[in-house]
Structure formats: structure tokens, C-alpha cells
């Protein structure tokens, strides 16, 4: 190729680039001319008003139903002003040598206590027990919780969780499941 060939070809791509580019920015301005509708215009299109909860669904994803449900299920508790809790389940399993359920919980931020333990499969009544908190190290746990195999009406797959109350706070573990080999 010669000299005049290599100049020409070089102008003809940067001619095009130019082009491309003003195009992706026409483009670009175009789009950014238009705008989304602000969320007070959407509500006053809506028959009903966005609430605070409709607000707190959208951010969090959780459906409108489960809000309703949430809402009135801690209507009550709310009105006591007790600090929520979270007890931490450290140990859910089925003991086959001594033919019991093992279940092991620590809650942080208190000193004071009780812990409830709470077993449930459908169609079957559930399995409760009680015990204080007290201090083991540098933590306070539910002091254990052993449920013999004979308060188990079924084997199989059972939901466990742990309750904690004091005067001052409240609050329940996640549910895990226990598999209970009778």
C-alpha cells in the first residue's frame, strides 16, 4: 500500500467514527428528553393513595398481603413498647443415642429472662418448653432445652424456634426444621 492509500483509509474511519459518535449522542439527548412520571403524579392517576406501607412493600418487595398480615399481627405486641430481640438457635438436632430433640439458643443484648422453645408440625398439637436465660461465659443462653422422644407424636420433619420475653424485650429466632427420628 502506499503512503496516500494509508492516509485516505485513515480519514475515511475517523469520518465514520464521527458520524457514529454524533448519532450515539443524538441518540442519547433524545432519550434524556424524555421523563418518567414523579411519583405524586402516578398517585393522583390511582384511585387509591400511595401508602407508607405500598412505599415500604415497593422498596422491600414484599407483597401487599404479607403487609396487611404483618400489620395486624403486631398491632398488639406494638402497643407494649418492648425492644425486639432475636434469639439465635446454635444447635436444632434429633439426639439418636438418647431418643431426644437437642435445641440450644443465646440471645444478645439482655441479661434477663425466658426463653421458649416451640415445636410444630401440621396436624399435630405443639411441643412447648421453658427455660430462663442465664450467663455461660461471656454470653447469655436459653439455659437447653432436651425434649425426650415420648412427648413426639410423630417422627418426621418438625418446624423449631425459640421465643424470648422479659419485661423489657421480646422477639422470636428464624424456623428452622428438626428431622425427629423416632
Not at 431426644?100 to 421458649?116: H, L, W
Not at 424456623?175 to 423416632?182: A, C, F, G, Y
Request: include cysteine.
Amino acid at each position: 500500500m502506499n503512503h496516500r492509500t494509508i492516509i485516505a483509509t485513515i480519514l475515511i474511519l475517523a469520518l465514520a467514527g464521527g458520524i457514529a459518535f454524533a448519532m450515539w449522542q443524538t441518540n442519547d439527548q433524545a432519550d434524556n428528553g424524555r421523563s418518567l412520571p414523579s411519583p405524586e403524579d402516578v398517585q393522583e392517576d390511582s384511585e387509591e393513595p400511595i401508602t407508607e406501607a405500598d412505599e415500604r412493600n415497593r422498596n422491600n418487595g414484599d407483597s401487599s398481603e404479607q403487609e396487611d398480615s404483618d400489620t395486624s399481627s403486631n398491632d398488639s405486641s406494638d402497643s407494649d413498647n418492648r425492644q425486639i430481640v432475636i434469639p439465635t438457635m446454635t444447635n436444632w438436632s434429633w439426639d439418636n443415642d438418647n431418643n431426644a430433640a437437642t435445641i440450644r439458643a443465646y440471645v444478645d443484648g439482655v441479661s434477663s429472662g425466658t426463653c421458649r422453645v416451640v415445636l410444630e408440625k401440621s396436624g399435630y398439637t405443639s411441643i412447648a418448653r421453658e427455660a430462663p436465660l442465664a450467663l455461660q461465659g461471656s454470653i447469655y443462653v436459653c439455659q437447653g432445652f432436651n425434649i425426650e422422644g415420648s412427648a413426639f407424636p410423630a417422627g418426621g420433619q418438625w418446624s423449631v424456634y425459640v421465643e424470648f420475653s422479659s419485661d423489657t424485650h421480646k422477639g422470636s429466632s428464624i424456623v428452622e426444621t428438626l428431622n425427629v427420628n423416632l
